[in-house]
């Protein structure tokens, strides 16, 4: 399972200590201009590296197109997108070939294949993420077309709302070996009625699958989410006027489909499980022992989530918009 | 997009207004005693009518199994399931043609099919959920052999806790002509680790995915949820013991995988949008109006949702550890 | 593996000797009239009975729709097609449970399942195509409306190609216990330029798999087929013209697309496997034994195979109609 | 739709004009030795220039495994296979840009897309076809540790069985600026009973698609094929025995289901349709005109067809293997 989508299909490949990691787009429409420029700068921002708060890895991912143009354009043939690896230190990762690190995959991942790639967490790293990101910009690029466009950004971490707090709860988690979690918000605007299918196939299954297949992600919300549990039905329903909605309580999806107005959605990210404060965990023999996640880890990931959150709303509205070309 | 799952695979049909809603399970191993009795109960609890709170509608649905099975075990064939309609009183719903209700899919069907069932809301009706109900159950029964468990529970109606207070919530919503959301907690216990597939096919995106697919549900937290967002990671991580594991804030699944412990699952559900409560709307000509959505509906969903959500998790179960016999 | 198709799709279920067949539609366009009247034609045709050379059983199958209409017209909602099975003598198969046909799935079903209903055959039975027909009917009068009509003949009965002399062949067979094959040929005109996709999805692999998946069915042949294995390159070719195409040797798929032309398909049908000669084979002990198959059975499938193959091309190509609205 | 199967998928791109093609496997089991060395014989096999008869190109081709292993095993994750391409010569190709090759797939193309790489086909080239040889020599590494065997051979050229004569036809069909066809035999052996699944997931299905989705292919035939059309039933059945089946007319698949003999498959490979001999064909304005297709064209792609075939049937087998463990 790792393809993703149904019209607008992404197979994504690759570790973080295997020689590259990228993806295959399968479905994209035929005449669209498109060169690695249209990529490398998303792929730029989902980079560590860049702030102070963030980790001092320097990951100078360069994308290349394999395959599916012809002079520049789209052919709808598959679109093949690779990066290679190029710091590979496993070096770091030698104490986790024994032991089980705390709130990763490391133990389910033995359990589920009886066997497991411990270097920088395999599939489950972060790095996993450039090739979701690398696909959704192909798909903003199409989206943007047609007049569909999709923002990220953070909206809370550890509790905190104002850039200058939150940048302070970072360096402290940071310099107590520690981390911290918050909250992504992800609005599309410009998105027409009619996407998403009834049943199953509802736009907001669909992008609530999309984003709690990121890693880390704890909770998704779409409109205002939890707090519509704590109303009565006359304050939550959004009247309709001559001109569309009074309001967008539902986050711009009816019935599972979506209603012309903005599309909302809420995610909850957890901190980061690698943390350099001694935590309890046991290794693979059974025997209980500590661990200190050593290594340069983000002591705060939520703003290189932002980007993948954009990319797998773009992806699963792409994906809707191709299936729409079937109904009317 | 009626059919949901890639193993344990069931297809939904009908409306509250035809003869007959239905679904047929594809993928049910074989071998298994299989009887209407094994299901009927789980109908029931999802029936209104049952408690003064709820809607007076009494739909005595009985179910019938078309196929599937020989001397009253499966085969490994597909499994029909029917319930016919009884009551159909179209009448209820003449104004319904004209109007769009606040808070349901009546805009964004006609927008996506040009074409809308307005008789109880065609598919989007919560008589849809009969079929997954009566899928759940037959998973559910397959689980049991396995030593897995699913229970479901309201835990929350308009911010209320207690019994009690959430009974005269829902009360004082059904006297007010309104209604209200709440919050529905859904856990499986004896699951055993390793289901899930990482990247796209995580267990908690399938999760939330078929969560968000139950109409009226806008947000979905797996194990802490939102709250992760406000620990540190040496709160968050679940330490591991020679046991298992010390805690079990992630809800039971670690990179999309499951650990083992208990699949912990809470849902936010919107009030519903039917109330007699007079809203401003807009017919289908675009004329502002304003409308009293009438018959008998419940103020309060969330405890009917509770059969639909453990119906759910179970047949994300069920898929997975069929997924699973590939790996090992 | 019930479900056919990507976009059009069907699932089917039921057994002779359960309580019913049927089908239910998944992605029919909405706007259409259709009732049991457009269906039921098609039914009876596959029907046994109604010729000296074919088997005398009566089935007055009567297609009744379960759901995704109103006012006699598609809504874009599941189409569920169910009939009721009538007559069921079991003890017909009771020697059955002991023995395995020759040419017939009894054994092959024992080894993948563990377990397999003797009754008629189960779901290897050809009363599991009355579900194709039935959803292929529906797919023939969407195709109708977009001007394509897709026909059906037989065009060769044990290497007979006149009407006397197939009917003179199967007679032949039948008063010596025994049973005769032949060649169907379907043909799809008026389909526009574009449907199949390249590599995987291309028309003539899907309409091979559908063809292929009847049972009874040993061959499959696009345009000249085998002919094509024994010709020059030069003589091969179809020259284009300024009105099209000079010949129509490749059966209307050029690189798995159609090319507008007329798309021909060829299909080989074994004789029936159930014939009252004494056969060798083996009881489910593992002793060797004889075998004479009784009941009252066709001794030539060829006719009845007319109707599903025109239902399975219907399928196809309805569902690479809906596809190619993806593209352009 | 560039991805096939269900359990072992394989997800193909590239182009001959591009910078590269490969494929990525989802599905392989972890725990298997793998190398570049497993794959690169059985791409030399596919490569022309190794023979009088054949196009004197000289695809260097070399594999490159970018991810899905650990210490030269596999993990379980995707697989990505590389190959870089070299010779571009797209001059060659300029005439192609205005006039549609009589047999190939440049008019259906432009139809379906509105644009179409002409540069060596695109996606319609024989070079795509180094994916799936690609991906079925890592199938058939899965297959040989379960003891099952895969074997093709070209079993008619142009109407001859015999070497020479084979040789013959080539060389004076290449001689003659024309083209010659053929068939091709594939042979599974050591395949357990069980595999496939009834009504649409049959084995011979899946095996007729996979066939006849490779370019040039325009008959499969399962067993006797076609000339069990022409058989009584009484000699066309396989009687059983004790130790198994008195012969093999069914080519080892009963209700499309593996019976545990050898799965025998031919497939009708039509002649090359890029001929030096001057055909009529049309120009992209609808002009009628002239062409003789220039460059190294092979007489006879049948041998090539070998490895391809044996590769589909490889892909088919592994992944119905892992289905069948979801069912006992």
Redesign the interface.
Known sequence: ????GR?F?I?????S??????V?I??C???MALSENDIQPMLDRRRPGNSPQSSSRQEGDRI???????NG?T??????L?VRNEQQRSVDYDELREK?R????D???Q???????H?GG???SGR?TLSRVAAGAVAMKCLAARGITITGSVC?V??KTSPSEIENEILA?KA?G??????VLVTAMGCP??????????L??????????I?A??????????????????????????DGF?SNR??G????????QDIVVRI????????A?I????DIH???TEISVGGRHDPCIVPRIVPVAEAMLALVLMDCL???????
Chains 1, 2, 3, 4 share one sequence.
Do not use: W
């Open positions: 399972m790792n393809t993703f019209n299909r197979t994504s490949f690759g570790e200590h295997g020689p590259a990691v990228g295959v399968d479905g429409p035929a005449g290349e197109i394999l395959s599916g143009l012809m354009m052919t709808g043939m598959p679109i093949a690779v089980f705390p709130g990763h995959a133990f389910t991942y359990e589920k294949y009886g066997i497991r790639d270097r395999g599939r489950s996993e809370e550890h509790g988690a107590a520690d981390s911290v979690g918050g909250i009625a009619g996407l998403g299918d009834p049943v199953f196939g509802k907001d299954a669909l992008i609530a699958g999309a984003m709690m297949g890693g992600v704890k909770g998704v919300e779409i409109g205002n989410g939890f707090e519509a549990a704590r109303k009565f039905g006359s304050e939550n329903n959004d009247p309709m006027t001559k009074g539902a986050g999806i009816l019935g599972g489909i979506s209603s012309g909850a990210v957890k901190p980061t499980p690698s943390i404060k935590q309890k965990t046991r059974g025997n209980e191709l299936e729409q070309r079937k109904y009317r």
